[in-house]
């Protein structure tokens, strides 16, 4: 049985990689869509930004009220706040929250998933396979 050289095992891993790992598409954050109303904000896209992180709605829920101090409730589609919060400041904290708990640290891209395991929270990357211990959401 020949030895297979170092440049031989290494193009049979590429010929493996999901073809994710190839694509050169950018993942743009999403803008918030709200508007006031009387003293609170609506956030009518809130659904399609966690669609679009590829998260539960309820864990980006819990973490965007907790780092904006502010309570809230889903409303079909749509985020109450129930204050008045600029766009700017809630943008702050959903690049924050992709940041955090959606883009990969290593390689950037967006195709992770949230692992729980016991009391210890992970996000892996699809993309590169590295997996990352993150804070949980409490």
Do not use: W
């Amino acid at each position: 049985m020949a030895e297979k050289t170092y440049e031989e095992l290494l193009d049979k891993a590429i010929e493996n990689l999901p073809e994710v790992v190839f694509e050169k598409q950018r993942f743009e954050i999403p803008k918030v869509a709200g508007h006031f109303q009387g003293n609170r904000t609506v956030i009518g896209n809130f659904i399609q930004i966690a669609q679009t992180f590829r998260r539960r709605p309820e864990h980006f829920l819990k973490y965007l009220l907790k780092e904006l101090a502010a309570p809230g409730a889903l409303r079909g589609q749509a985020l109450l706040l129930g204050t008045k919060i600029p766009a700017s400041k809630i943008n702050e904290k959903v690049r924050k929250y992709a940041n955090e708990f959606v883009l990969c640290s290593d390689c950037g891209k967006p195709d992770t998933e949230l692992l729980r395991d016991g009391n210890v929270s992970s996000l892996k990357c699809n993309a590169c396979g590295v997996k990352h211990a993150i804070k949980t959401v409490v």
